[in-house]
């Protein structure tokens, strides 16, 4: 494998200034950076970069399971965490840039992933098969990444999760010590299940205050009310006014999905044990991940797609 496939793929919208960069490994995007400079997205100074492991930071892509698998998911049996996207090699497409947008295409084929796919369903050896497209383009202010899902397999692949784990950068290193620079508004009515203290109840937003991390280890679920199919939040970035605005939609077959979101930010103690992530970088990122977790109609049946877009825009 040369060393060139190890070089992320810079896209730049010269009409506007604004610039991507996105990793082969995991087709992951690993920097926004606005037509103002304004970088977006945060990636660890430790992440690896060298396909010996997922990046930590940027957006990392989830499928088809989000977490490690359940005991009862026998169709992802011994898969890894967050499933086989974001630790492969996938195809590059040609960059490109014209007045309205630049983008490129990365493709993945499941027979192309080496590792990861567990000793379920998605084995080499198993029934599942399928083909994955990310679309990233940018303009002068907003980012959009379009994952399709596409089974070419002959069985329905059922109760799939997706998402995308976007990791966006808290200007001032103060995720956590500033709740008016870091925050989280548009969740309100949202069903909450919090996986560091076992609670679950649904999240009503004092006085309209919006959500803010706290001093403290974040990682909830946040699973829409009925009839809200589309995330649509805004979130703070820093003391300066600094706002992204992040919606998220997803369809299979004609169906619109719902589509919940995850807040997590590891804070001191976790992110003292994690390998690729610096100590004190906790207090310069928060994750908004956008995905489609739960709830009917997660049934891709042969021939059919799922479409998952996310749409990031610096406010």
């Known amino acids: 494998m040369s060393a060139s496939y190890f070089c992320p793929i810079a896209i730049t919208h010269s009409a506007s200034g604004a610039s991507a960069s996105i990793h082969p490994f995991g087709a992951t995007i690993t920097s926004y950076t606005t037509s103002k400079g304004h970088e977006v997205l945060f990636c660890s100074e430790l992440a690896k970069l060298d396909g010996s492991k997922a990046i930590r930071g940027g957006i990392p892509l989830v499928f088809p399971i989000f977490g490690p698998p359940a005991a009862d998911n026998s169709s ?3 898969m890894p965490q967050h499933g086989f996207c974001r630790g492969t090699y996938w195809r590059v497409g040609e960059p490109y840039d014209t007045e309205d947008e630049a983008g490129c295409e990365f493709t993945l084929d499941l027979e192309d992933v080496a590792k990861s796919r567990g000793d379920g369903a998605w084995a080499p050896s198993g029934t599942m098969d399928c083909h994955l497209s990310l679309k990233v383009t940018v303009v002068a202010e907003t980012l959009t990444t379009v994952l399709t899902i596409t089974n070419t397999g ?11 784990h976007t990791y966006f950068r808290v200007h ?5 010590s500033d709740p008016v620079s870091c925050n989280v508004s548009g969740l309100d009515g949202y069903s909450v299940v919090d996986k560091v203290t076992g609670d679950q109840y649904v999240f009503q937003a004092e006085d309209s205050q919006p959500l803010a991390l706290g001093e403290t280890e974040v990682d909830r679920v946040y ?5 809200k ?6 979130i703070c970035t820093g003391g300066n006014g600094e706002k992204v605005g992040l919606t998220a939609s997803a369809v299979c077959g004609g169906v619109d999905l719902a589509v919940s979101a995850v807040v997590w930010n590891p804070y001191q103690e976790k992110a003292k044990g994690l390998g690729d992530f610096a100590d004190e970088e906790y207090a310069d990122m928060i994750c908004v991940e956008p ?12 021939g059919k797609e799922v479409v998952f877009t996310q749409v990031v825009k610096n406010l």
């Open 76 to 78: 992802c049996k011994n």
């Open 154 to 164: 002959e069985e329905d692949i059922t109760d799939y999760q997706t998402l995308f």
């Open 172 to 176: 001032g290193a103060n995720a956590q």
């Open 223 to 227: 699973t829409p009310p009925d009839g």
């Open 229 to 234: 199919d589309v995330v649509d939040v805004v």
């Open 291 to 302: 995905g489609v977790l739960s709830g009917e109609g997660r049934v891709l049946k042969p």
